[in-house]
């Protein structure tokens, strides 16, 4: 099976399968979360796997002492418990100290809707970001996905993944600079879209519905939530009149608040329109694309949003 064709889940799994066989001093330790790559990697690998069980807080402790004892450490858990449930372990045992022990969380946005609100994960960019040690990263597609499990293990500092699942249309080739970001994945115009992980194959769609309605657009997808890299971005924005940043995040703390920071701090004349869940906790049930369509992050309603602020502004 081709890359491109993997699960999004695989497809990073098995990077870090490929990486284990050749270093023994990797670790991977899971709070009972599972895929198919990982039965291959318990088997293959008995001696650098550990089921820590739901108990993330203790997985975060048992990963930041072998993390000091020189191994390199992967940690597996669903978002809202490795990140809301686990913030202050993270600080205090494995960021005060930068060990590099990656984290990855599963079930981005409302990639687990249908378990309820314990399972969304629309807030973990916002708390994750205020730890200034750890580097975020959103993969979008599966080739991106592997590329991010090669940063991570790459990496001498805390990494945050937020990982998706099923299979994303591919954005990304094997040889892409992945050093960069972000990609522009439709030339950039006057109007650009900045969107992240999942919701960026929606906004491919946005972006062609715009076209169809005369009105070209940009497209960037933001993977590397943090260190930005601010210098390529604005660079990216020289000419730009509006900018458009979608999520199934939080309104506050995402992708939104990252571009409004980067403008702001940089005076930039540049309108922005930020698109995303309210400011209020989502207490339903269902799936990703009913809940999406419920807080207004459908491609109906979006088309609407954005067609709407951009006629304004024309004006």
């Not at 996905?145 to 993944?161: D, E, F, K, M, R």
């Not at 994303?168 to 006057?190: A, C, M, R």
């Not at 940043?245 to 939080?250: K, L, P």
């Not at 930020?274 to 807080?295: S, V």
Request: aromatic share 8%; with cysteine.
């Amino acid at each position: 099976m081709s890359l491109a064709d993997m699960d999004i889940r695989d497809a990073f799994f098995q990077e870090i399968y490929n990486i284990a066989m050749k270093d023994k001093d990797v670790i991977f330790i899971t709070a009972d979360a599972d895929s198919f790559v990982l039965r291959d990697y318990k088997k293959d690998f008995p001696d650098q796997f550990i089921n820590a069980s739901v108990a993330e807080q203790n997985m975060i402790a048992v990963a930041a002492g072998l993390a000091l004892s020189g191994k390199k450490v992967f940690i597996l858990a669903l978002i809202p418990f490795v990140t809301l449930r686990c913030l202050e372990h993270i600080k205090v045992n494995i960021c005060s100290m930068n060990l590099p022990v990656t984290i990855i969380g599963l079930g981005a946005g409302f990639g687990s809707g249908i378990d309820g609100p314990t399972h969304h994960a629309v807030d973990d960019i916002a708390i994750m970001r205020i730890l200034p040690e750890i580097t975020i990263l959103n993969p979008s597609d599966s080739t991106l996905s592997a590329s991010c499990a090669q940063i991570a293990y790459q990496s001498n500092s805390p990494v945050y993944v937020r990982l998706d699942k099923g299979k994303f249309p591919n954005l990304y080739e094997k040889d892409y600079d992945y050093s960069t970001g972000f990609k522009i994945i439709k030339p950039l115009k006057e109007v650009n879209i900045i969107s992240t992980g999942f919701i960026t194959k929606e906004a491919v769609k946005l972006a062609e519905t715009l076209e169809k309605n005369n009105l070209s657009v940009g497209l960037i997808d933001l993977y590397k939530l943090k260190p930005l890299n601010r210098e390529a971005l604005l660079k990216c924005f020289e000419g730009a009149k509006y900018l458009i940043t979608i999520e199934e995040n939080s309104i506050v703390g995402g992708i939104g608040t990252i571009i409004s920071e980067l403008i702001s701090d940089n005076r930039k004349a540049i309108t922005l329109k930020r698109i995303a869940l309210e400011d209020k906790q989502c207490f339903d049930y269902g799936t990703r694309e009913w809940l999406d369509q419920l807080y207004g992050l459908d491609q109906e309603t979006v088309s609407k949003i954005v067609l709407k602020e951009l006629r304004k502004c024309q004006k």
